[in-house]
């Protein structure tokens, strides 16, 4: 199991997330982001975050340790947004801790480089978990100590929000052309070289058991967690499987890197703002 803390006081909301994580501090005299398990996204997120966060620790991809955070709502009283008090408010109970990580600096694709090799291994993850949260536009990758940071797995494994769909997902192509680090030549085939025999039957039971009971909802709503968690474990064991139909795409987005994605310069000037000025003018 992830280790336990109890949280002690409610420092601030991280106004960046989209799901309003808040700053706790804790009985271990940690500080954690907490992720809500009343957040709109729901408490699959939080599976979805305990399943990618392990998994990609086991393959020595940087992720900053996970914790489970017991919130009282008593905790509420000091937060004076009301939006952020009911959502503290009603995640009463089990909740996810993410390390936080101070001083951490948001990555910025194409300013930020990231060796091939590594960038190899992060699409070769996102694409096995189908993480489609990890573009340019939100990379959800930080600095710490200059070393880069992987954050933000709730919107991976998408399958678990339709079941009877799962089956599909296996051999889905993964779209990579927007992806933080396709301009980074990511070296795909190298990764899939070191990661693939790492993503074992055992691995994945040992990371489906970090995930407590209560927040696992397989198909049917009297599945028993175990049973769930087999779930987890087949389907990305399948999907690891099915490379065949997956990772060739992958090579080539990789290799193609993400020129598609930006538009020749002026080519979405409105006509209003007359020419573009000179190549290398400071535009803003
Ligand atoms: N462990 C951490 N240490 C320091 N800062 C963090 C940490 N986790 C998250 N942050 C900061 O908080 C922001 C929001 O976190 P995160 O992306 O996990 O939340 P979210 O609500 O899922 O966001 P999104 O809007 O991308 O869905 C990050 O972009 C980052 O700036
Ligand atoms: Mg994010």
Redesign the pocket.
């Known amino acids: 199991m992830l280790p336990a803390v109890t949280a002690t006081r409610y420092v601030t909301p ?1 106004r ?4 309003l ?1 808040g700053l706790m501090e804790a009985d271990d005299l940690g500080t954690y ?1 907490v992720k809500w398990r009343a957040a709109g996204q729901g408490v699959k997120v939080l599976v979805a975050e305990v399943v990618c966060g392990e998994l990609a620790r086991a393959l020595s991809l940087p992720v ?1 340790a996970l914790v489970t955070v017991d919130v009282a709502p008593e905790l509420a009283v000091g937060e004076p947004d009301v939006e952020v008090q009911e959502l503290l408010q009603r995640s009463a109970g089990v909740n996810l801790g ?4 101070p001083g ?1 600096l ?1 990555f910025e694709a194409g300013a930020d480089g990231v060796a091939p090799e590594l960038a190899g291994r992060v699409l070769w993850f996102d694409a096995l978990v189908g993480n489609v ?1 990890r573009s340019w536009r ?1 990379p ?1 990758m ?1 600095f710490w100590h200059g070393r880069l940071q992987l ?2 797995h ?1 919107a991976t494994l998408t399958f678990h929000h339709h079941w009877p769909g799962a089956a599909a997902a296996v051999a889905r192509p993964y779209d990579a052309t927007q992806h933080a680090l396709v301009d980074c030549s990511p070296d795909v085939r190298a990764a899939d070289a070191a990661l693939a025999a790492r993503v074992t039957r055992p691995l994945l039971e040992q990371v489906l058991r970090q995930v407590p009971d209560d927040w696992l909802d397989g198909p049917a709503p009297d599945d028993a967690p175990d049973a769930v968690r087999a779930r987890y474990v087949d389907q990305l064991l399948a999907r690891l499987a099915a490379r065949d139909a997956w990772l060739p795409p992958l090579v080539a987005a990789a290799a193609e890197g993400g020129s598609r994605r930006r538009a020749p310069r002026g080519e979405n000037r409105p006509s209003w703002l007359g020419p573009p000025p000179p190549a290398g003018m400071n535009q803003r």
């Open positions: 991280l960046e997330g989209g799901s994580p982001v900053p993410l390390d936080y990580l951490a948001d949260d939100n959800n930080l954050i933000d709730g």
